[in-house]
């Protein structure tokens, strides 16, 4: 049964449904994104937040105290392309990096009224070569995003490929946009649960996206894309939004291609409900079972509580 706190999440979303005639220009669904979604997140104490120019983009350092300054999540937030900043997922990604025990760079990138694919994927790239401009190596770096996040994560992971370069460690995907041609049944069968992600509203993002593009090109829908040799992923979905299917379906193509794969959904819960980190239990449960499963990817010891877990069994 959902927390009373995860209910804050399924009313940001019922009340953008609401005030959807009311958010007619960019600018508007901006505000109402930086008021609003921002909220959700508990703010998670302990972490430094520095902005950077990286290449040109503005980005986020976000850096708890007593981290590993070696190891690197490069995180691409959500919304839809047409929301969402280095300031909405400031928190969640501090919660993320304090529970991993090391630093994350967020990165903004244009939204879709201003440039269309490919500027988002280009500027992804951008700060991954900042990176790599600074020392630091594929194999300290790890992927993460949310919702839209997942376009570019796996377009930067295509890209590389294609260039013939090593990949990050290992990825994290939240509530993943995978299938812009969106012929996931949950479309259907949780139409009724979730409040703001009709199909109709989800075919809109993908023309303000992409406009007349290919919806199957696999740089924009990474359920086509080739995924072998690519890194261990670790999915979560909640269990009620209408992109669940998507993540159960890139599981499956994941795991068919060879990559070690995990996908958790969680029971009552709606698209990203992780951005209510330090405030709903299911949230910071997420954050947690995120954490365990990276630290070994990047090399980091375990907590304590891991610790004595393993001895004990």
């Not at 019922?14 to 508990?42: C, E, K, V």
């Not at 290449?55 to 105290?65: F, Q």
């Amino acid at each position: 049964m959902a927390s009373t706190q995860s209910e804050a999440n399924r009313n940001h979303y019922a009340a953008i449904a609401a005030n959807a005639g009311r958010l007619t220009s960019p600018q508007a669904i901006i505000d109402h994104n930086d008021t609003h979604w921002t909220a959700l997140t508990g703010e998670p104490g302990g972490v430094d937040y520095i902005e950077v120019d990286a290449g040109g983009v503005p980005a986020m350092w976000t850096v708890p105290k007593g981290a590993d300054e070696g190891r690197v999540l490069l995180y691409a937030h959500g919304g839809g392309f047409i929301g969402g900043s280095i300031y909405t997922h400031r928190k969640l990604v501090g919660h993320l990096a304090k529970a991993v025990g090391c630093r994350a760079l967020l990165y903004d990138y244009p939204l879709a009224h201003r440039a269309k694919y490919p500027a988002q994927l280009d500027v992804a790239m951008t700060v991954w070569n900042w990176l790599a401009d600074r020392g630091f190596d594929a194999g300290d770096i790890a992927l993460a995003g949310d919702s839209c996040g997942a376009v570019l994560t796996y377009g930067v992971l295509q890209r590389l490929r294609a260039q013939g370069r090593l990949l990050p460690v290992a990825t994290l995907i939240i509530s993943g946009w995978f299938d812009m041609a969106l012929t996931a049944a949950s479309y259907e069968t949780n139409r009724e649960k979730d409040p703001a992600f009709a199909k109709a509203a989800v075919d809109w993002l993908v023309t303000n996206f992409i406009g007349d593009g290919d919806r199957l090109d696999p740089e924009v829908s990474a359920l086509y894309a080739d995924l072998t040799g690519f890194p261990p992923v670790f999915l979560q979905a909640g269990a009620d939004e209408t992109l669940v299917d998507e993540s159960r379906m890139f599981a499956e193509r994941a795991r068919q291609a060879g990559v070690e794969t995990r996908l958790d959904v969680f029971e009552g819960m709606l698209h990203s409900f992780q951005m209510m980190a330090g405030r709903a239990p299911e949230a910071d449960d997420a954050i947690g079972r995120f954490a365990t499963w990276m630290r070994p990817k990047l090399g980091l010891p375990a907590t304590r509580d891991e610790a004595a877990g393993d001895k004990a069994a």
